[in-house]
Nanobody, 123 residues
Framework: QVQLVESGGGLVQAGGSLRLSCAAS????????LGWFRQAPGKERQFVAD????????YYDDSVKGRFTISRDNANNTVYLEMNSLKPEDTAVYYC????????????????WGQGTQVTVSS
């Protein structure tokens, strides 16, 4: 059982920055990969970035490379997404995720999901 609670979303102008936080709890997340997906209106959920909890290896979608940074605070059981140079196309609900150990990245049905936090970027 894994619980994920996102925070930090809001409204920003293009070119601005936001920092999202995800508080994780449960018995298995520490052996897993935590990360972020997003879903814009009328679009499919899209992978953004993830980080292995124990090792800290990171992986990013090409659309956010160089602009977003994922990090973790092991002591506080929190994962962050620092978003810089935001664009209107980044507008979406951002979901914190936990991918259990040995689960392939495309097996979304096996992930744990938070409830999401809205990010809106105005032009």
């Amino acid at each position: 059982q894994v619980q994920l609670v996102e925070s930090g979303g809001g409204l920003v102008q293009a070119g601005g920055s936001l920092r999202l936080s995800c508080a994780a709890s449960g018995r298995t997340f520490s052996t897993s990969t935590l990360g972020w997906f997003r879903q814009a209106p009328g679009k499919e959920r899209q992978f953004v970035a993830d980080i292995s909890w124990s090792v800290g290896n990171t992986y990013y979608d090409d659309s956010v490379k160089g602009r977003f940074t994922i990090s973790r605070d092991n002591a506080n059981n929190t994962v962050y997404l620092e978003m810089n140079s935001l664009k209107p196309e980044d507008t979406a609900v951002y979901y914190c995720t936990c991918r259990p150990v040995l689960t392939a990245r495309d097996r979304y049905e096996s992930y744990y999901w938070g409830q999401g936090t809205q990010v809106t970027v105005s032009s």
